[in-house]
């Protein structure tokens, strides 16, 4: 019995073995598989981060943050205030930026000068002006070419900007050839308005000074001022070397010597000579500087002095007075041929030699009187015996 089961049992196993059959999947069900099949994730994050964090209020060391306090309403109304503006730029859209920006008059609009305005921004704007370059400084564009077809433009426009403004600028386009007569206009306007003209030949020129007032808007009027030194040595070369021919080392070598430049300046030209490397020209040139007055008189040889004493004398023949402007001449170019110590000087000199002059003429035309009437009792007698002679 036992033999006939398994014998059975081995029957059934091999008829099981024959009937199983592998089914291999298509590509199209292993793919819908894999998708529809998802790995179990091992991290669930929260949906939002205080979701995730809002355990800790429960906590003991939570602390509720203080309420958000509102904006004061004086930064509402002037955020409210700032003007909107069109700019070349889209991005210029804040109030910070348009203060550091110029602002253009939308009549500047197809103006070829907003070209040449590279280095600082601009915007358009709704201004009186053409160009604000600041809070407190403006600038109006004229185009001379402009101003010969309306002389009135320029002074309307000034008149709108009334006294808003303390710096008011009258950038002027130089663009035609004849400028003396609406130069002069224009000028004339300007400086009885207090505005500042400025002239430019290009509009390259126009746009750089446009650009510069704007970059120095808030920095101080010393900037452009040149840089002295402090120390005496430095302010000492600075004021002799403004003499011809003195250079640095000759203002070491006076410093030196005298020790300070009023002891330089009271010093002789025999002291000044002794200095090692200053000549003669140099020397003549120091004390001239420091002894001659400031306020030069030209003297003018056509400047006769007056003589009280001889105002009745006349020059005796013509000869005289040639021999005397001969003299006079010759005197003059002698003068202007010798080095003058001072002008003071030259000018007693010149007087000096003209009175004598004057002096030796009047003497020759006494003398002359004298003899003539010395020889008028002769004459006299003679008229009177050539009467008897007649008679008789």
């Known amino acids: 019995m036992n033999r006939e089961e398994e014998m059975q049992r081995e029957r059934d196993d091999e008829k099981n073995k024959s ?13 819908e598989g894999s998708l529809s099949k998802s790995m179990p994730s091992l991290f669930t994050p929260s949906p939002s981060f205080s979701q995730a964090f809002s355990f800790v209020k429960s906590s003991q060391s939570y602390t509720p943050p203080p309420p958000a306090t509102p904006p004061p309403l004086s930064r509402q109304v002037e955020q409210s205030d700032v003007p909107s503006s069109s700019s070349s730029s889209p991005s210029l859209s804040s ?121 120095y ?58 200095c090692p490397g200053i000549g003669e020209r140099k020397v003549k040139r120091l004390y001239d500087t420091f002894h001659e007055p400031f306020k030069r008189v030209i003297p003018s040889c056509s400047a006769v002095p007056e003589n009280p004493v001889h105002n009745n004398a006349e020059p005796s023949s013509a000869n005289e007075v040639v021999e005397v402007d001969n003299d006079m001449e010759d005197a003059s170019k002698h003068r202007k041929k010798e080095p003058e110590s001072t002008v003071k000087s030259a000018l007693s000199a010149a007087f000096a030699q003209y009175s004598e002059k004057i002096g030796k003429r009047n003497n020759r035309a006494r003398g002359k009187k004298v003899e003539e009437k010395g020889h008028a009792p002769e004459t006299e007698a003679e008229n009177k015996h050539s009467d008897e002679g007649a008679a008789s």
């Open 19 to 31: 009937s199983v059959v592998i089914k291999i999947p298509s590509y199209q069900e292993v793919l």
């Open 95 to 215: 109030s910070a930026q348009s203060r550091n920006a110029i602002l253009v008059s939308h009549r500047q609009k197809g103006n070829p000068l907003l070209k040449h305005i590279r280095n600082v921004r601009w915007n358009f704007a709704d201004i009186v002006c053409d160009y604000l370059l600041g809070q407190a400084s403006c600038a109006l564009y004229l185009s001379l070419r402009y101003h010969l077809l309306h002389p009135d433009y320029l002074y309307y426009r000034i008149r709108e900007l009334q006294k808003n403004f303390k710096l008011r600028v009258v950038l002027c386009h130089v663009d035609v050839e004849d400028v003396i007569k609406p130069l002069l206009e224009v000028t004339r306007t300007a400086l009885l308005h207090d505005c500042t003209l400025l002239c430019a030949w290009s509009l390259e020129e126009c746009g750089r000074y446009l650009e510069t007032i704007k970059v």
């Open 217 to 274: 808007e808030n920095k101080p009027a010393d900037i452009i001022q040149g840089q002295t030194d402090t120390d005496y040595l430095s302010r000492l070369t600075h004021a002799l070397t403004t003499i011809r021919h003195v250079n640095k080392t000759d203002v070491v070598t006076l410093g030196s010597t005298f020790g300070s430049l009023s002891h330089i300046m009271d010093a002789s030209m025999e002291d000044l000579a002794r």
